[in-house]
Structure formats: C-alpha cells, structure tokens
C-alpha cells in the first residue's frame, strides 16, 4: 500500500509569491492533517479536512488555506509569502478524526527568499 | 488549550540498554490521547504509541511502552534494547478525544545511540 506522498518535495519561492503544495492520502484515508514545522515554532497544526469539509484550523493567518478534493487529495496554498513561511510542511493522513494512527508523508520543505 | 513539555536535553543511550523520554501535558478537556512520532534525519514522522486518557493500561507496541500518570499529567516514551536506528527526533503530542487528527506536539528531544 502506497504511503503519503506529497509534492513537490522542495520549493524555493521569493517573497510575495504564492504557492500550492499537495498531498495524496493512503488509500482508504478520508481525513488529511496539516503541520508547519519550523526550528523556532517547532510542529504547528494547520487545518485538518474530513470529507471536503475543513473541520478544525490552527492558528495561522487567512493567507494560509486548503482544500480537500473527492478523491480525500488534499492542496494547500499560502498567499504573499514571507520570509517566515520557510519551513517543512508535513501532510498527515488518517481513516478518521478519531483514528489513534496519523500516517505522516515526507513533507515539503519551502524555502522563500 | 492543550500544552506539551519535553525539556529534556539531547539524550544519549548505549546500544541495547533502555532510555526514558519524559512528556509533561496540559489540558482542560476532560478526555485526550496522547502520542508519540520519531522522526528521523529524513524529516517523515513515523508513529510509535498512542494512549487514551481513559485507557487503565499503559500502552505497548514492542520496543516501546508509554508510562502514563494521569495524576502528574505525564506521558513518558520508554525503548528498551535501543538500537543505531533509533537515534532521531522524538515528538509528544496531543489531542482532544474525537480529534485525534489535530495534534499539538511538544519542541522534540534528540536521542543518540551510541554503539
């Protein structure tokens, strides 16, 4: 069974720019989670989505949002970037909100310059 | 507001011997699961153990066991027979009963190995 796979895996954007990253949950997985790690902030919960439907958010400011496709295929995409947006990005999927096991894909790490 | 501690400093092991990650939460929901995720010099995070707050039994999952004092709000991380492949990153978090998707994680402490 294929695990979470997100892409692109690395990105460098310039400030201002906006960017979409994906994630495409395991097989079966309707619930896909969202982080921000960064050395400073450490692991910071985005948004989560559940059937298309954005259930809880972190946070973060509007410039930050996501969507979740039929498929459970999950984008998310930051406005205006800003230098503090470098960061990994890590996509988690579930079968469920209350499933005990998060599946964390490889995450994208975004440089912005 | 939940709230995760680990204060620990880098941790270093001998190969095969045990070693303790200590956890310190806080929250005022009344239920919760508590989690730990290693990640290793690759950046995935890879899931351990999770605890219910409601759950009598400290949870296993081979190598690992989670010694949960609900009474002190800890949830430490035990490895018994540590190996080379267990020197990385590991995380404790949380979450509300019913939201188990939406974690707060603690700042990490680094485990090292040595052979």
């Known amino acids: 069974k294929a695990g979470v796979t997100q892409t692109p895996r690395y990105l460098i954007k310039t400030r201002g720019q906006q960017v979409t990253l994906s994630c495409s949950p395991i097989s079966g997985h309707r619930s896909v989670s969202w982080y921000q790690q960064t050395p400073g902030q450490g692991l910071q919960f985005l948004f989560e989505?559940?059937?298309?439907?954005?259930?809880n958010k972190g946070n973060f400011p509007g410039r930050f949002s996501g969507r979740q496709f039929s498929n459970s295929r999950s984008e998310m995409n930051v406005s205006t970037l800003e230098l503090g947006d470098s960061a990994l990005y890590l996509c988690a999927s579930s079968l469920g909100p209350e499933a005990e096991t998060q599946y964390f894909g490889p995450g994208t790490r975004l440089l912005v310059l | 507001a939940q709230k995760i501690t680990q204060t620990q400093p880098g941790m270093f092991v001998q190969e095969k011997e045990a070693v303790t990650l200590d956890c310190t939460y806080d929250t005022s929901d009344p239920s919760y699961g508590l989690f730990w995720y290693k990640q290793p010099s690759s950046g995935e995070m890879i899931f351990l153990i999770y605890?219910?707050?409601?759950?009598?039994q400290n949870a296993t999952e081979g190598r690992y066991s989670l010694n949960f004092q609900k009474a002190r709000k800890s949830a430490n991380l035990v490895i018994s027979a540590s190996q080379l492949g267990d020197s990385a990153m590991y995380f404790c978090?949380?979450?509300?009963?019913?939201?188990?998707?939406?974690?707060?994680f603690g700042k990490g402490i680094t485990l090292s190995v040595r052979p």
């Open positions: 605890q219910g707050s409601y759950d009598q």
């Open positions: 989505y559940f059937s298309e439907t954005q259930r």
């Open positions: 978090a949380m979450s509300p009963t019913g939201a188990n998707s939406k974690l707060t």
